[in-house]
């Protein structure tokens, strides 16, 4: 067995393991990373060599002990460490500190607080909760919040829950948008980033004109964002409200 005397540092990293025939390995990983890669939520521009801390497979990480070339090469048919960290991270197991679970969950309810305000309503004001209210009410209503899931996936549920502590309701709002000729250049790219176009067209005069939806809690940002972009000239429409 080929040994490092030297005790690798594992603070803020992490160990994937796994057991094939009956062989231990370990790869050091970057958490966040590892966890989102496991969640398929890492996107295209993250190879496997940006997850890894360190570009060694080892039998033992804690104690820097690699896993002979032999071996690597039994269980894998390869001794590249790429390829077999991506079979690690696949099949093996992410081990988190607790006070790593406890990063990504605060992680997870900052971000799912601040999708229910901007998704959701007041549908008594028809106005959105600001994130300190839904604070409160996550709270009181004692939701619980994973931490592995992706948060939009849980916002369904999230609001079924907080209904019982506050009025909340999911709405989109689609709005008919016409944009002058002379602003359509900004406008466009604008609208395209804070809006779901769901179809639209160029007239005869140079208009641009749109079918576009928002979030209810978005509504009121966006119709200001364009009109100030149009200097109050766009036309804008409620054409529906749909309740998710």
């Given at each position: 067995?080929?040994?490092?005397?030297?005790?690798?540092?594992?603070?803020?990293?992490?160990?994937?393991?796994?057991?094939?025939?009956?062989?231990?390995?370990?790869?050091?990983?970057?958490?966040?990373?590892?966890?989102?890669?496991?969640?398929?939520?890492?996107?295209?521009t993250f190879s496997i060599i940006d997850i890894l801390e360190m570009d060694e497979v080892f039998q033992n990480a804690s104690k820097g002990e690699k896993a002979p070339e032999d071996i690597l090469m039994h269980c894998f048919d390869t001794t590249d460490t790429e390829t077999i960290a991506e079979r690690l991270l696949e099949k093996g197991e992410l081990n988190l500190t607790a006070e790593q679970r406890q990063e990504f969950f605060e992680k997870k309810r900052r971000?799912?607080?601040?999708?229910?305000?901007?998704?959701?309503?007041?549908?008594?004001?028809?106005?959105?909760h600001p994130p300190a209210r839904i604070e409160n009410a996550l709270k009181e209503a004692k939701v619980m919040i994973d931490p592995?899931?992706?948060?939009?996936?849980?916002?369904?549920?999230?609001?079924?829950?907080?209904?019982?502590?506050?009025p909340i309701r999911m709405e989109t709002v689609k709005l008919a948008v016409k944009i002058p000729p002379e602003f359509t250049g900004?406008?466009?790219?604008?609208?395209?980033?804070?809006?779901?176009?769901?179809?639209?067209?160029?007239?005869?005069?140079?208009?641009?004109?749109?079918?576009?939806?928002?979030?209810?809690?978005?509504?009121g940002e966006f119709m200001e964002k364009v009109q100030s972009m149009t200097k109050g000239r766009a036309e804008i429409k409620i054409m529906e409200r749909i309740r998710l």
């Open positions: 067995m080929l040994r490092d005397a030297r005790r690798i540092d594992l603070t803020g990293k992490s160990i994937v393991r796994a057991k094939i025939q009956g062989n231990r390995f370990e790869i050091i990983v970057n958490p966040e990373l590892a966890l989102k890669y496991k969640m398929g939520l890492l996107d295209d971000k799912i607080v601040t999708l229910l305000s901007k998704t959701c309503i007041n549908p008594k004001t028809r106005t959105p592995t899931s992706p948060a939009e996936n849980q916002l369904k549920d999230i609001v079924k829950e907080l209904r019982r502590v506050l900004k406008a466009y790219g604008e609208i395209k980033r804070h809006a779901q176009i769901e179809k639209d067209e160029w007239q005869n005069d140079g208009c641009w004109i749109a079918v576009v939806t928002v979030a209810a809690g978005l509504q």
